[in-house]
């Protein structure tokens, strides 16, 4: 089964249409870049625009980077507050006429991780970790996705969230170097230790291909695999979800 997975960020909107059985693209990426104000109406036409693009006639599965409870958004990430509490799969089926899964953004890459990544086979509890403009998390339990799992949301210093912190779009935005961000990742690995002692962590998002230069500031002590799906992760993983 084919299907087509979008993946909505806050700098760019990017979808493929997916093989299921192989989680391979079988059309080439298409990325447009995120509408500032992203408001649903303005968000709508982008999606109709990169259907249009595929020329897609079929189901869609997409990645929305909040969390979602049966299509709804509960906050707005990184996007704008008018996206809380509407449905995101009513909003896009009514731009597009097409059925759409909407599902957390993280949840989507970790999903794409389990079944074709580092993560398959992995049993007991498995987070996946995305960093990029934020933090995202997915949590498995023995290959069942535990959806909504918001680690990110997290607290580090004088109330704030961690992923304002820990995320890429932190380091870049203080400047940090490796080892400045690396003992503010290593933070929130421990701090996730303490309180749901995971079997595997899967890092995945743009500062994954990075390992070597902080793994030696880490001391986790729950094991690390790097995902494989990386950049592909989200629009791999909203097909699957899709496809359900
Ligand atoms: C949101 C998460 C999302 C993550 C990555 C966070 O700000 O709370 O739901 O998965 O960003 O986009």
């Not at 979008?6 to 990017?14: E, L, P, Q, R």
């Not at 997916?18 to 298409?30: D, I, Y």
């Not at 592909?232 to 359900?244: D, H």
Request: proline content about 3%; overall charge positive; charged content about 20%.
């Amino acid at each position: 089964m084919e299907i087509l997975g979008i993946d909505i960020g806050g700098s760019g909107i990017k979808g493929a249409i997916v093989n299921l059985n192989t989680g391979q693209f079988v059309s080439e990426r298409h990325r447009i870049p995120t509408p500032k104000p992203a408001t649903p109406q303005v968000m709508a036409n982008t999606i109709k625009e990169l259907v249009a693009f595929f020329n897609w006639q079929g189901a869609v599965g997409c990645g929305f980077p909040t969390i979602i409870s049966d299509g709804t958004c509960m906050g707005y990430g990184n996007l704008h507050e008018d996206w809380v509490g509407v449905n995101t799969a009513k909003l896009f089926k009514n731009a597009t006429g097409l059925d759409f899964t909407v599902i957390n953004d993280a949840d989507a890459a970790g999903l794409a991780e389990m079944n074709f990544g580092a993560g398959k086979g992995k049993k007991g509890l498995v987070l996946t970790i995305t960093v990029g403009t934020g933090i995202g998390s997915g949590a498995f339990f023995n290959g069942e996705l535990l959806p909504n799992f918001e680690l990110g949301q997290l607290l580090y210093k004088n109330g704030k969230l961690i992923e304002l912190y820990a995320s890429d779009a932190a380091r870049k935005r203080e400047d940090l170097n490796y080892k400045r961000w690396g003992k503010r990742f290593n933070f929130f690995l421990n701090y996730i230790h303490t309180i749901v002692a995971p079997s595997l962590i899967i890092l995945g998002g743009g500062i994954s291909n990075k390992f070597y230069k902080y793994e030696k500031y880490l001391d986790s002590k729950t094991p690390i695999l790097i995902a494989k799906a990386q950049n592909n992760a989200g629009i791999i993983g909203a097909a699957i979800a899709g496809g359900r």
